[in-house]
Nanobody, 126 residues
Framework: QVQLVESGGGLVEPGGSLTLSCVVSGITLDYFPIGWFRQAPGKEREAISCHDYSDGSAFYSDSVKGRFTISRDNAKSTVYLQMTNLRVADTATYYC???????????????????WGQGTQVTVSS
C-alpha cells in the first residue's frame, strides 16, 4: 500500500524558512516522481513543485520559483521541500503526492496524482 507522510510544517515569520519532508512507503521512490501541492482556506489546490526520478528535473510554479527547492533522498525514501523567504501568502496546508503508475512523470503527477499524504500546515505570520 502506497503511503505518503508529510512533516515539518509550523509557524514562521515572514522571511523565514522551513523544510518539509515527505516520507514515502509502499513503492520504490527511485522510480516515481513526487509532487508538492498546497491549499489555502477558500482557495483551490495549487501544484507548486515536482521532482522527476528519471532525470532529476524539477518543476516550480511561478509563485515559489527562486524561493523553494525540491530534492529527494531515495535511500531514505524521502522528498524534501526547502522553503525560504516565506511570505504570508504561502500560508496553506502542504501535501505531497504521486501517481501510482509505471512510467509516470511530473506533468502527469501535477494533474493526475492518486496517492496523497495527509498534509502539514504552514503558517507564515508576524
Amino acid at each position: 500500500q502506497v503511503q505518503l507522510v508529510e512533516s515539518g510544517g509550523g509557524l514562521v515569520e515572514p522571511g523565514g524558512s522551513l523544510t518539509l519532508s515527505c516520507v514515502v512507503s509502499g513503492i520504490t521512490l527511485d522510480y516515481f516522481p513526487i509532487g508538492w501541492f498546497r491549499q489555502a482556506p477558500g482557495k483551490e489546490r495549487e501544484a507548486i513543485s515536482c521532482h522527476d526520478y528519471s532525470d532529476g528535473s524539477a518543476f516550480y510554479s511561478d509563485s515559489v520559483k527562486g524561493r523553494f527547492t525540491i530534492s529527494r533522498d531515495n535511500a531514505k525514501s524521502t522528498v524534501y521541500l526547502q522553503m525560504t523567504n516565506l511570505r504570508v501568502a504561502d500560508t496553506a496546508t502542504y501535501y505531497c503526492a504521486t501517481e501510482w503508475a509505471r512510467g509516470s512523470s511530473c506533468p502527469r503527477v501535477l494533474r493526475l496524482s492518486d496517492h496523497w499524504g495527509q498534509g502539514t500546515q504552514v503558517t507564515v505570520s508576524s
